[in-house]
């Protein structure tokens, strides 16, 4: 077996960046989306649902 076998790769769905398999994804490889935590959080479903021109107050109407 060679040393450096070519390991499978994806595409973040996130940061469009590509990354490696890694061996804590060896169970669900074919499930993984995200190349990290943190590109997993991002996309969150819920930060999506504020509205910036209802945080304001009543106070800029003349
Ligand atoms: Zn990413």
Redesign the pocket.
């Given at each position: 077996m060679p040393h450096h076998a070519d390991r499978p790769t994806k595409v973040?769905?996130?940061?469009?960046?590509p990354?490696q398999w890694r061996k804590k994804w060896k169970d669900v490889w074919e499930e993984v989306r995200?190349?990290?935590d943190?590109?997993?959080k991002?996309r969150n479903p819920s930060a999506n649902r504020s509205n910036p021109s209802e945080s304001s107050g009543p106070s800029s109407m003349p």
């Open positions: 973040c769905a996130v940061c469009g960046r990354f995200y190349c990290s943190r590109c997993r991002r």
